[in-house]
């Protein structure tokens, strides 16, 4: 069976995907059981010719099909999380993964060398420095409304950025204290925990100053990121899913610390997901990762859910873009927001250089 819109991506076992997903629902209990029913009833009937969804409520009568038999089927198929993933071949999977995994620190040793060369005219260069819009995640923002300003302004407004991530840090280490769900995927223990499928063994948790190559253009760089997990540090055409373990709604609200481009995220309530036709909302357009929520949470209070992050080729609803990334640092169900740090100059570059350069 084909995925749609592209003739070379199959989906298996497709079987799996004949049930009513794609539909409002609000007893997601009832859902779960319903569309486990119809995986026991569509299996059964295509590869035994029996109708062992009969064995639901009494013994089959002509076949040797009981109860049992019905909820061990029953079992098999609730505990697998219904999903739709890219089936490519290994060697389509490994095309070129060996040779830029070899690659990739002879870059960053080039381009070190190089940053470091560059520190004798940094001063010039960000005298230099202009943004066509201030944007709160890009360091040097900051930077541009403080240079035209006196020492004295200078260093209050530096002091009023040291306190800024003081406060926002000791937020959300109290956020996190007091969470129903905490997930920190820059832990390897922790990021172990979820469940992984796609282009390979590089779904593991990768240390600050990873970066991600451009597939083309003049710039190499597509990306250099914080601590996470990351789907595209081999190449933004790897299509990857990762899902995390289940949860049990508390609170209001779930949310991720993420990024990414032409990206799903989405929740599933008892493996019933919210983010398809009718739940297009959760799109990841960001390139470095920030605080996102997921919204509609209030009314699943009590019940078992897991969030998962999808390349857009793994997507049916989807457009199929070739070029699709995801990455994720953390995940957190509170009832209390956390707030977003930026990336303050404040943080890696130490004060004494900023009132060297005023003297």
Not at 160 to 183: F, I, P, S, T
Not at 229 to 255: E, F, Q
């Amino acid at each position: 069976m084909k995925k749609p819109m592209s003739m070379n991506r199959p989906l298996a076992p497709a079987h799996l995907r004949m049930n009513p997903f794609g539909y409002g629902v609000v007893d997601a209990y009832q859902e779960l059981v319903t569309f486990t029913d119809n995986q026991v009833d569509v299996v059964s009937k295509a590869t035994m010719a029996l109708t062992v969804s009969c064995a639901r409520c009494h013994n089959h009568k002509f076949d040797p099909v009981s109860q049992q038999d019905y909820t061990r089927f029953y079992g098999v198929m609730i505990s697998n999380r219904p999903t739709t993933i890219v089936v490519d071949s290994q060697e389509k999977q490994r095309r070129h993964q060996e040779a830029i995994k070899q690659l990739k620190p002879q870059i960053k040793k080039a381009f070190a060398t190089y940053w470091l060369s560059q520190i004798e005219s940094l001063e010039d260069r960000l005298q230099k420095v202009e943004l066509k819009e201030r944007d709160d995640s890009d360091a040097l923002s900051p930077w541009l409304q403080m240079k035209e300003q006196g020492p004295e302004a200078f260093e209050s407004y530096w002091e009023g950025l040291q306190g800024h991530v003081g406060r926002v840090e000791a937020h959300n280490k109290k956020v996190k204290e007091k969470a129903a769900a905490y997930y920190d995927l820059r832990d390897p223990k922790v990021a172990a925990m979820f469940f992984k499928t796609g282009n390979g063994s590089h779904l593991s948790t990768q240390p600050a100053g990873s970066f991600a190559l451009k597939g083309e253009g003049e710039n190499v760089f597509q990306g250099v990121y914080p601590a996470g997990v990351y789907s595209h540090l081999i190449s933004d055409k790897h299509a990857a899913v990762m899902g995390s373990p289940r949860m049990t709604v508390s609170g209001n609200n779930l949310w991720i610390r993420a990024a990414g481009q032409q990206a799903k995220r989405r929740y599933a309530v008892r493996h019933y997901p919210f983010g398809g036709l009718l739940h297009d909302d959760h799109r990841l357009n960001q390139t470095l990762p920030v605080w996102q929520s997921s919204r509609k949470m209030a009314i699943w209070q009590g019940e078992k859910i897991h969030y998962e992050f999808r390349t857009a080729r793994d997507v049916i609803s989807g457009p199929g873009d070739e070029r699709s990334w995801w990455g994720v640092s953390e995940i957190l169900m509170s009832p209390e927001a956390p707030q977003r740090r930026g990336a303050p100059l404040s943080l890696w570059v130490p004060r004494r250089l900023w009132t060297k350069r005023l003297c």
